[in-house]
């Protein structure tokens, strides 16, 4: 995935497999985000091959897409202000089945279990911005597992949030892997994507630099090299 001459994603080639959790580190512009972009079909590739149960899908339109299984949530929080908690979650379910907001009845279920699941429950009528920051993203999960997807792609969820809320979320992904959701997983905090994943990628400059088990990437030292400097030294 290039823009330009900027090489976001270069020469990149990843498998993922059903009901693990895959983690991707890299320092910022390493190219998370567009690899995340990508794999979700928000971008055009530049080059390359997109794969799903063996069916070529780099080419189908984005809103084809969504229904294929595929659910994700944005490096910063892209809410409905306007909207209830409820309602925003609605949406995920809208998005992918192609339901209007109206149409109440269908697919309440859903709603109400995400909305269980992601600990949301008695903060259903409250709008985004009268929670907390980490409710809020709570609420985007919810938003993207209502509709009950394979692959979910989480981009920063944590971002901001306290060591506690950190662990929820931690907690949350796992158990959402124990029922079979495959993820991919965008997160800084080193402890956090050990405890958390099954399978770690690391990245610099838009390039692959290690894969495989979690404890031995981050011990890497073109790892660690990558991250020289930064929070990584703190927890490795
Ligand atoms: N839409 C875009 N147009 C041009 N350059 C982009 C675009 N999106 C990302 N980039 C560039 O691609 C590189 C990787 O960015 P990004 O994927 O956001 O990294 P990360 O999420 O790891 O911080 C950066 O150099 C960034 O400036
Ligand atoms: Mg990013």
New binding site residues.
């Given amino acids: 995935m290039h823009?330009?001459g900027?090489k976001?994603?270069d020469g990149l080639s990843i498998d993922l497999t059903e009901g693990s959790i895959f983690g991707v580190l890299?320092?910022?512009?390493?190219?998370?985000?567009?690899?995340l972009a990508a794999l979700t079909r928000f971008v055009d590739l530049t080059a390359g091959s997109l794969h799903l149960d063996g069916e070529e899908y780099h080419r189908i339109p984005a809103a084809t897409f969504a229904r294929r299984g595929v659910a994700r949530t944005f490096?910063t929080v892209r809410l409905l202000p306007g909207l209830t908690v409820e309602e925003n979650v609605r949406l995920g379910a809208d998005r992918i089945r192609g339901r209007g907001i109206r149409e109440r009845g269908k697919g309440d279920d859903d709603v109400a279990e995400a909305i269980g699941r992601t600990g949301l429950r008695g903060l259903e009528r409250h709008r985004p911005g009268e929670l907390s920051y980490g409710a809020q993203r709570r609420v985007e999960i919810a938003r993207a597992i209502v509709a009950k997807p394979r692959l979910l792609l989480l981009?920063e969820p944590t971002a901001g949030m306290n060591q506690s809320e950190r662990q929820e979320i931690s907690a949350l992904l796992r158990e959402l892997r124990e029922e079979g959701l495959t993820q991919v997983l965008?997160e800084h905090d080193v402890q956090m994507m050990v405890d958390t994943c099954d399978h770690l990628f690391a990245?610099n400059f838009?390039k692959l630099i290690a894969d495989g088990v979690p404890a031995s990437v981050v011990r890497e030292p073109a790892v660690r090299e990558a991250y020289l400097g930064k929070r990584w030294s703190e927890h490795v």
């Fill in positions: 823009f330009g900027v976001a994603v890299g320092p910022n512009g390493s190219g998370k985000s567009t690899l490096q981009d965008v990245m838009g």
